[in-house]
């Protein structure tokens, strides 16, 4: 049987043949074919004979066509006007089977281009008008026969077409039709152009000679300033690496190599005795490096942690006064060294001769709360062979914070010799009014810490800070004291100091201070400039202390002092026409003044807490108050303020994320503290930790 087509019925040809599945759908040859598209091997051989043939037949095959009375076949999943008659099959004689389509109409025969059997759906094979015998492109383009098929193009044609080939825009006409599901085997007729896609282009990195690189060829001031941001400033905690990043630069070159050692080894923290004894070992086997250190410290040195009380930590002989003293010597550059009191017992008369008069360049040394009995001794005749030499030393920031057994001749002998002092810190130390005064009057203090100290008089302060040339620029000032044992300032000190303290001042502490209801107008000129002042055990009322934020009516003018006189008086008054100026306070001590409880701060008759009192963040309280404020978590939470505790100090800190604020409590004058209310004054930048913070913020 052969089936026979009718090409007067209208038929649209296809486009693709079915030997071509593989190509469309990306199957391989040996994947079988569908149900709907298994056709007989038998088929495709007569399909190739069929071609052969059709030149040598000139006349149709009678046999070939039925009787007239036989009715049509239709296939399944054809269009109504696709008629199908049976026909029958012819022998050749290479024993080959053929099919032909036969012209009803007695027409030469033609080849078949497309076997349709009887059960056969449309699945994948759509059909478009254009000619049988001429294969097309993708874009609908007839095929060029003198091309030769070795392009790379993946249409059935074979047309040697390259990938990047694209037709001009059809300009207003309908494009070519292409498949866009190719994998699944279903084409859908989009009526879009096909356009291959495109490579992105990767730039190959330049490859510099070593030294040679842009970042090696800047100037060594700039490179070293790169390497600096990428030390962390931050403080020791256990045995963790740090600054893991400086390290990786060391592998980078040559070049990176040095300007990270200058990094590394400028400032040196020394947190355990193990550490300082590899750094000791490293230094005494490359000598050069010793150069580079700018800064020792060794205020987070601790013997706890490792396992050992002091005195076994004492016989391992890492850190002794003589390994101390190896390293000062093989650090001839160093500028600061920073010491505290767990080294104490090492800091013996030899270290402090090579502190005073062996390092040149120091200018910066800490010995906080260094108070043992060898530490006292050995500081005291190292500073006694100053006594009959004219020798001036060049330390310009000076610690001797809580250092209470060093003898007051210590401070008369010392002081005269450092005419460069800036920083000078003397909080609990036996310092007298002669000692303060023989201070050179070519120094100049910006940092001045005079905290409960004992041996010193409320006059003789008030005149070293109203007539010494070196106090006219301070900008950090503690004369806090502890009034159970004593009080340093009374009313008429406190009228005397507070009109000449000068403008560039930004911490004042006068915790202890004999303060009443009318100095309130002395006190209310420095909360222009000020950012921290304390007045802890002050005798002031809510209202005093709301008329540094609010202007004061001018019917209400407060109490005259007693003692004070109508001239001074008169110049102590603010101009009532002058215009009101915000304050700058930002920390506020009212610690220990009894009309600040709990329940005065939530009246609405008290301003601290309200919006009015901005650019105030921190309120440091009592114990009492702080107490009271600890169990009011929702009135807290409703007005923006937190309750923050530290060591034996409590503050009201306001919530900048409720309220707003500055986020930051990090200024120039506190050299690297972040926090308010700072007790110990600095003497070089960093990081607050360790000891110092202890000092500094929790005692």
Not at 339 to 363: A, M, P, T, Y
Not at 473 to 487: K, Q
Not at 543 to 548: A, L, P, R
Not at 647 to 670: E, F, H, I, L, M
Request: net charge neutral; aromatic share 6%; hydrophobic share 35%.
């Amino acid at each position: 049987m052969i089936t026979v087509l009718d090409p007067d019925l209208s038929l649209p040809p296809s486009r693709y043949y079915p030997v071509d599945f593989y190509k469309l759908t990306n199957r391989r040859a040996s994947s079988p074919l569908a149900p709907d598209l298994a056709v007989p091997d038998r088929v495709l051989a007569a399909r190739a004979t069929l071609n052969r043939r059709t030149a040598e037949s000139a006349t149709a095959d009678t046999r070939a066509f039925p009787p007239n009375d036989a009715p049509p076949c239709v296939v399944q999943g054809a269009p109504s006007n696709f008629r199908v008659r049976q026909g029958s099959v012819k022998e050749e004689a290479g024993g080959e089977t053929t099919r032909t389509a036969v012209n009803i109409f007695n027409r030469a025969p033609t080849p078949l281009p497309l076997f349709l059997p009887p059960s056969i759906a449309q699945s994948f094979l759509e059909s478009v008008n254009i000619p049988i015998n001429k294969p097309v492109h993708h874009n609908g383009d007839p095929v060029d026969v003198n091309i030769p098929e070795s392009g790379s193009c993946t249409c059935c044609c074979h047309c040697g077409r390259t990938d990047s080939w694209r037709a001009s825009a059809s300009r207003g006409h309908r494009r070519a039709r292409s498949y866009t599901a190719p994998r699944t085997g279903i084409s859908e007729l989009t009526g879009v152009q096909w356009d291959p896609p495109k490579q992105a282009v990767v730039e190959v990195p330049k490859v510099f000679a070593p030294g040679e690189s842009p970042l090696e060829q800047l100037p060594v001031e700039i490179l070293d300033e790169i390497i600096a941001q990428l030390a962390l400033d931050s403080l020791p905690s256990g045995y963790a690496p740090r600054n893991v990043d400086l390290i990786n630069c060391l592998l980078t070159s040559r070049t990176i190599h040095v300007a990270t050692i200058n990094t590394l080894y400028s400032n040196i923290t020394i947190p355990h005795s193990s550490i300082f004894s590899k750094f000791l070992t490293h230094v005494s086997e490359y000598p050069g490096l010793g150069t580079i250190v700018k800064r020792l410290d060794l205020s987070h040195f601790t013997s706890i942690g490792l396992g050992r009380s002091r005195q076994v930590n004492s016989e391992v002989q890492n850190m002794t006064s003589r390994t101390l003293l190896k390293c000062l010597e093989l650090t001839p550059a160093i500028q600061e060294v920073l010491l505290q009191e767990n080294l104490d017992d090492d800091i013996d008369e030899n270290v402090l001769c090579k502190l005073f008069f062996g390092l040149s360049k120091l200018r910066a040394v800490d010995f906080c709360a260094s108070s043992s009995k060898p530490f006292a001794e050995s500081f005291t005749s190292a500073v006694t062979t100053l006594i009959d030499s004219p020798m001036n030393l060049g330390i310009r920031r000076l610690g001797l914070h809580e250092c209470f057994t060093l003898p007051s001749s210590v401070f008369e002998i010392l002081l005269p010799r450092l005419p460069q002092l800036t920083h000078l810190d003397v909080s609990h130390t036996r310092i007298t009014d002669n000692a303060l005064a023989s201070i050179p009057e070519s120094a100049s203090l910006s940092h001045l810490n005079l905290g409960r100290c004992t041996q010193i008089s409320g006059g003789g302060v008030v005149d070293f800070l109203t007539n010494h040339p070196a106090a006219k620029d301070l900008v950090f000032l503690n004369l806090s004291c502890d009034i159970a044992r004593y009080r340093l300032l009374w009313e008429v000190d406190v009228e005397r100091l507070l009109p000449a303290l000068p403008t560039t001042l930004r911490s004042l502490n006068l915790n202890g201070a004999k303060i009443r209801q009318w100095h309130v107008s002395l006190v209310l000129p420095l909360t222009k400039h000020l950012e921290e002042l304390s007045l802890a055990s002050a005798d002031l009322s809510v209202q005093d202390i709301n008329s540094f934020f609010r202007p004061t009516p001018s019917s209400s003018s407060p109490p005259s002092s007693p003692t004070s006189s109508p001239v001074r008086e008169l110049n102590a008054q603010e101009d009532p026409s002058a215009p009101w100026i915000e304050p700058t306070l930002h920390y506020l001590d009212l610690s220990s003044i009894p009309a600040i409880t709990q329940s005065s701060l939530f009246s609405t008759s008290c301003v601290l807490l309200s919006p009015t009192s901005m650019p105030l963040e921190v309120i440091e309280l009592g114990d009492k108050a702080i107490s009271s404020l600890r169990e009011c978590r929702n009135t807290n939470k409703r007005l923006g303020w937190v309750v923050k505790e530290l060591g034996r100090r409590g503050w009201y800190v306001r919530d900048t994320n409720v309220a707003g604020g500055n986020q930051s409590g990090r200024r120039s004058w506190k050299m690297g503290a972040m926090w308010w209310g700072m007790r110990k004054c600095p003497v070089a930048w960093g990081e607050v930790g360790g000891l110092y913070g202890h000092y500094m913020f929790k005692k």
